[in-house]
């Protein structure tokens, strides 16, 4: 299988490429700026020719144009819309919208912009998949502590956007979903999350590899076999 995996430098994005090429598959890692990548640069070079990484900065959409060319004509299976960033805990009075703007940019038309740039790799799969990682934070049912404007909205902008496209990439048999990592030990999550990336990648390792088209449109949870709440 070939996977594409976005902001692979660290965190969950890392153990993916990690899990990924420990099982065998092909594997475009994907990162703003490769040459300070030194972990995911060691995971590649052990791999050999099935891995490589190429510079991609989900906020620009010419970095994106650039990185949907250097694939060529390649096919991808799997995209995993990884790259994201945090917003910060925000009250009401403290959201800045220039930060909110750029929380937008990365994490929901971040996702947008790769997954329409890499329609035409995926379409020479023979079952093409988008899995995009969301989060609980992005969910309106189980918002119950409010706060965090800017990261909460633009994961449920997210949301939408996967929903959409589900709809419309339905004929042409391309798989959108999101999906809730849980709350998983990275820069992003903290020291004092209670899951390890090693554990949250490789239970969606396992979802991704059970989908189908009847699943497009989802919402998965790492955990939970019903899914997560919208
Ligand atoms: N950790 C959690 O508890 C948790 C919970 C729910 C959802 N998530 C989601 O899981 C995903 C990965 O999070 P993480 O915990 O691994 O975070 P992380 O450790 O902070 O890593 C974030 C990754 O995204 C990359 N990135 C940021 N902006 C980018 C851009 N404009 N273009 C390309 N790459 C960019 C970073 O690259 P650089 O190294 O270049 O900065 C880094 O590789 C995110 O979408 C996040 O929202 C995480």
């Given at each position: 299988m070939h996977v594409v995996i976005t902001g692979a430098?660290?965190?969950?994005?890392?153990?993916?490429?990690?899990?990924?090429l420990s099982r065998g598959?092909?594997?475009?890692?994907?990162?703003?700026?490769?040459?300070?990548?030194?972990?995911?640069?060691?995971?590649?070079?052990?791999?050999?020719?099935?891995?490589?990484?190429?510079?991609?900065?989900?906020?620009?959409?010419a970095s994106v144009a650039a990185f949907a060319a250097a694939l060529g004509d390649g096919t991808v299976d799997l995209l995993v819309n990884n790259a994201g960033v945090g917003g910060g805990w925000?009250?009401?009075?403290?959201?800045?919208?220039?930060?909110?703007?750029?929380t937008y940019n990365v994490n929901?038309?971040?996702?947008?912009?790769?997954?329409?740039?890499?329609?035409?790799?995926?379409?020479?799969?023979?079952?093409?998949?988008v899995a995009h990682i969301s989060s609980g934070m992005g969910s309106i049912a189980d918002n119950g502590s409010g706060g965090a404007y800017a990261y909460r909205m633009s994961k449920a902008a997210l949301n939408m956007a996967?929903?959409?496209?589900?709809?419309?990439?339905?004929?042409r048999k391309v798989v959108s979903v999101v999906i809730n990592p849980g709350w998983v030990?990275?820069?992003?999550?903290?020291a004092n999350a209670p899951t390890a990336a090693?554990?949250?990648?490789?239970?969606?390792?396992?979802?991704?590899?059970?989908?189908?088209?009847?699943?497009?449109?989802?919402?998965?949870?790492?955990?939970?076999?019903?899914g997560f709440p919208w």
């Open positions: 430098s660290r965190g969950i994005g890392l153990e993916f490429v990690r899990q990924y598959d092909h594997v475009v890692a994907a990162c703003r700026d490769p040459a300070r990548a030194a972990a995911l640069a060691a995971l590649v070079e052990e791999a050999g020719p099935r891995a490589r990484i190429l510079a991609c900065d989900v906020a620009s959409d925000e009250s009401l009075d403290g959201v800045a919208t220039d930060v909110a703007l750029d929901a038309l971040g996702p947008l912009r790769v997954t329409r740039a890499l329609l035409p790799h995926l379409a020479r799969s023979s079952a093409p998949r996967s929903r959409n496209l589900a709809v419309d990439l339905r004929p030990a990275t820069d992003m999550g903290g090693r554990d949250s990648v490789a239970a969606m390792v396992a979802r991704f590899d059970a989908l189908t088209l009847a699943d497009s449109g989802k919402f998965l949870d790492w955990k939970r076999a019903e």
